[in-house]
């Protein structure tokens, strides 16, 4: 079974970035789409964005657009999730997980279908 592994996540100031990672050993993450989420406490949890398999075709949700990019780099068999200008309502959990090939096609509020989570990584986004 696939287990995806999250890290990166830190306490930083607003405006500052981060940039998280998942990966997996022993298989490879080129076959799959996969997409980070994030749960704030109290809060369900929400799709951030999502990368195909190949790289070519990426999706955001509306709050984190022109200041998160999410890439891939299969030779390295990483999903990274870069985030800049961060804003104390970026704070949460995050998670990767492998989705579904047309999840780039969907909007974040409809995906429900994520396997293989991680254990997530923190991010405080606090003066």
């Known amino acids: 079974q696939l287990q995806l592994v999250e890290s990166g996540g830190d306490l930083v100031q607003p405006g500052g970035s981060l940039r998280l990672s998942c990966t997996t050993s022993g298989s490879s993450l080129s076959h799959y789409c996969i997409g980070w989420f994030r749960q704030a406490p109290g809060k369900e949890r929400e799709g951030v964005s999502c990368i195909s398999n190949s790289g070519a075709s990426t999706n955001y949700a509306e709050s984190v657009k022109g200041r998160f990019t999410i890439s891939r780099d299969n030779a390295e068999n990483t999903v990274y999730l870069q985030m800049n200008s961060l804003k104390p309502e970026d704070t949460g959990t995050y998670f990767c997980?492998?989705?579904?090939?047309?999840?780039?096609?969907?909007?974040?509020?409809?995906?429900?279908?994520?396997?293989?989570w991680g254990q997530g990584t923190q991010v405080t986004v606090s003066p």
């Open positions: 997980a492998t989705l579904p090939d047309d999840y780039p096609w969907v909007p974040p509020g409809r995906w429900t279908n994520g396997r293989n």
